[in-house]
């Protein structure tokens, strides 16, 4: 008898775009070749699979992971070949960094064709593998679907991030009666047994003085409201983890203090405060340049929550490491700790959190607002003044996309995290994302509105995304902050090696004109040097129905 769920006789390019839609993706992002027009082919026929043309591999990354991470989809992704995915490597690097769920696929030449080693042919599985959370080809178009659903399976389950087929061009164009299988979820939102819950929330209530470091799981669960319920009910400090790449914890909370930096010496003075520091979906204290001194003072224990296993005691012990979902483990442990600290509790966390109203982060903004110094006509503009001017300017409900390196310093200082969706950064400090992760942002949240503050550095590594905005006809603000040069460079050449006189890190001859790279785009554009052209362009970007760019020109 033969087997009954062989049903259809279909081409492997047909059966890709099946399968995916079925296992929930809606956008394909990519940039194709000759060994991608197979997809090409079949996407006419399935217009339920909307398809975002972007001008570089690198940049087609970028755009799925902003779209991904703002929407909390499974998102697909098609480049060309062994370029083409060299190409799209650093940008599936910060994937794989901030945990993105994608499917990255790359058409190979024919099977049997690259013994020949044709034009644009390598091996892609060993291109892809150190960067993706697992790697393979395609060999037989029956094993097309079980290969797909097995990548649907392990991007999506925690902790997420991107996986990659190599899909050779016979496979794609050969035909076959062959099973397409069904989606599988692994649900992870699970939570600590009763006894570790208790475990855990005795040991945070004997802390002398506990301070909770947020992080991405807090995002990534929908977690903002147990996260400040536990800030509340324990009336503990809150703090950001040290690379702040999204909207964490609510910053106009009464206990949120704001973010930790990369500096060393100044995270270990702030936590030697601290004996207990309770890590919620959170790195441990990821810095960037190597220092003599460790960030963790010896006296300042850590307990740690979240699905990310690999981070637990990867570099400093956990005294409690509990693998489980934020979300559903908070939900437990609040009423918990309500129920094992009683009246007690409840008095000293009100008594806490009355103590930090005079140096919480709502209280930190006011005063920076009240010494903000305002702009000298005929200089160029404070970037502080700027981050401050356009946290006012934007709606409750705004979104930012921050690649600023070093004019977007204050940003968070100013402008608050009032839901998860409200703020992207750039989580691996490869350049070059900003642009194109605004795009993929803002077709993620249509009804939101999205400002890319994006450093002029940065912005020449995929400054062709700015086609895709104009394309799509997407209202983005995309604002330039423009210093002449490599900025952090040269801060950071003066202060590691006493040099002033930094070379190869000007724009200066001849200036780059970002306005007219924009227009030649398609975009809208205009430079700005005032605090009133500021103010007005950013009013009238604010308002357009389409992508404007303002190329602000700030103090180095």
Not at 543 to 552: A, F, M, N, R, Y
């Amino acid at each position: 008898m033969p087997d009954v769920r062989v049903t259809n006789t279909i081409t492997g390019r047909d059966a890709f775009l099946r399968v995916l839609s079925d296992e929930g993706v809606v956008k394909m992002f990519g940039n194709p070749g000759t060994t991608e027009l197979p997809i090409m082919h079949a996407l006419s026929s399935a217009p339920e699979m909307g398809y975002v043309l972007a001008l570089q591999e690198a940049i087609v990354i970028a755009m799925a992971d902003g779209y991904a991470r703002a929407s909390g989809r499974l998102v697909s992704c098609n480049v060309h070949v062994a370029p083409g995915l060299g190409n799209a490597i650093g940008s599936i690097y910060t994937s794989y960094v901030s945990g993105t769920a994608m499917i990255v696929t790359a058409g190979q030449q024919e099977q049997g064709h690259g013994l020949t080693e044709p034009l644009l042919y390598a091996p892609l599985v060993p291109i892809a593998t150190p960067v993706v959370k697992w790697a393979t080809e395609v060999n037989r178009i029956e094993d097309l679907p079980r290969i797909l659903r097995r990548a649907a399976k392990v991007a999506t389950t925690a902790p997420t991030g991107p996986v990659f087929i190599s899909l050779p061009g016979d496979i794609l164009n050969n035909e076959a009666a062959i099973d397409l299988g069904e989606p599988t979820r692994v649900d992870t939102a699970v939570r600590p047994s009763d006894a570790t819950l208790e475990h855990l929330a005795k040991r945070l209530l004997a802390a002398r003085k506990l301070v909770i470091i947020a992080g991405p799981e807090i995002a990534s669960s929908d977690a903002f409201a147990e996260a400040a319920a536990l800030a509340d009910t324990l009336g503990a400090p809150v703090l950001q983890q040290t690379v702040g790449y999204g909207a964490h914890f609510p910053s106009e909370h009464p206990a949120y203090l704001g973010a930790l930096n990369r500096d060393q010496k100044r995270v270990r003075q702030i936590l030697s405060e601290y004996d207990l520091m309770f890590c919620v979906g959170s790195d441990v204290l990821k810095m960037s340049v190597w220092s003599e001194v460790e960030p963790l003072p010896e006296t300042t224990k850590v307990a740690m929550l979240g699905l990310r296993d690999w981070e637990m005691g990867k570099n400093f012990p956990a005294e409690i490491a509990l693998r489980a979902d934020v979300k559903e483990t908070l939900k437990a442990l609040v009423p918990l700790l309500k129920e094992l600290g009683g009246a007690a509790l409840a008095g000293k966390a009100k008594a806490n959190l009355s103590a930090l109203a005079s140096k919480n982060w709502s209280t930190q903004r006011t005063q920076r607002l009240k010494g903000l110094a305002k702009p000298v006509a005929g200089q160029p503009l404070a970037a502080e003044w700027v981050m401050a001017t356009l946290s006012q300017a934007l709606p409750r409900d705004g979104v930012v996309v921050d690649e600023g390196i070093t004019s977007a310093g204050t940003l968070t200082s100013y402008f608050p995290y009032r839901d998860r969706n409200s703020f992207f950064g750039n989580v691996s400090g490869g350049i070059g994302w900003g642009i194109a992760a605004a795009v993929g942002v803002q077709i993620a949240l249509p009804d939101r509105r999205v400002v890319a503050v994006i450093g002029d550095g940065s912005a020449m590594y995929s400054i062709q995304a700015l086609w895709t905005a104009a394309n799509l006809r997407l209202p983005l603000t995309f604002l330039i902050c423009n210093n002449g040069g490599y900025q952090i460079l040269k801060n950071r050449l003066k202060l590691f090696h006493g040099n002033d006189r930094p070379i190869g890190m000007d724009f200066k001859d001849p200036p780059i004109d970002a306005c007219a790279l924009a227009r030649g785009f398609g975009v809208a554009a205009e430079r700005v040097d005032t605090a009133e052209g500021f103010e007005a362009s950013l009013a009238k970007s604010l308002k357009s129905s389409g992508p404007t760019l303002i190329e602000v020109m700030v103090r180095s």
